[in-house]
């Protein structure tokens, strides 16, 4: 969402706040007094994207998000730390082998314990 400057010019106060584009439109009132905001012009802000590097599986230069991903994803390589889903993958699995040892431990112990009666 895009942050628009706005001034009170009854008190002075000035704000930045998040709109979506749908709303930047609207009239906006100052929180202090209640007046309507007068809308900035300010300069905008640009966020870079990742600064170009080379790939260390291909030696290839990488200068994008959207093709550092695409590496990752067509070498079958994580970004540690930003994409995690793959940790989840066999989650199901992994609680179904927990289980089922589980259970054959109980039923190990409750063996033991009949025999050590018998």
Same mark, same amino acid.
């Given at each position: 969402?895009?942050?628009?400057?706005?001034?009170?010019?009854?008190?002075?106060?000035?704000?930045?706040?998040?709109?979506?584009?749908?709303?930047?439109?609207?009239?906006?009132?100052?929180?202090?007094?209640?007046?309507?905001? $007068? #809308?900035?012009?300010?300069?905008?802000?640009?966020?870079?994207?990742?600064?170009?590097? *080379?790939?260390? =599986?291909?030696? @290839?230069?990488?200068?994008?998000?959207?093709?550092?991903?695409?590496?990752?994803?067509?070498?079958?390589?994580?970004?540690?730390?930003?994409?995690?889903?793959?940790?989840?993958?066999?989650?199901?699995?992994? $609680? #179904?082998?927990?289980?089922?040892?589980?259970?054959?431990?109980?039923?190990?112990?409750? *063996?033991?314990? =009949?025999?050590? @009666?018998?």
């Amino acid at each position: 969402m895009p942050l628009y400057d706005y001034l009170c010019e009854k008190c002075d106060e000035r704000v930045e706040i998040f709109l979506t584009l749908a709303k930047c439109g609207e009239p906006q009132y100052c929180d202090v007094c209640d007046n309507k905001l $007068k #809308k900035l012009i300010s300069a905008t802000a640009i966020i870079s994207d990742i600064q170009p590097y *080379k790939s260390h =599986v291909t030696g @290839k230069m990488i200068s994008s998000r959207s093709a550092h991903k695409a590496e990752l994803r067509e070498h079958g390589l994580v970004e540690v730390g930003n994409e995690t889903e793959y940790l989840f993958k066999n989650a199901d699995n992994v $609680k #179904k082998e927990r289980a089922r040892k589980d259970k054959a431990e109980r039923l190990n112990t409750i *063996k033991e314990v =009949v025999n050590a @009666k018998l």
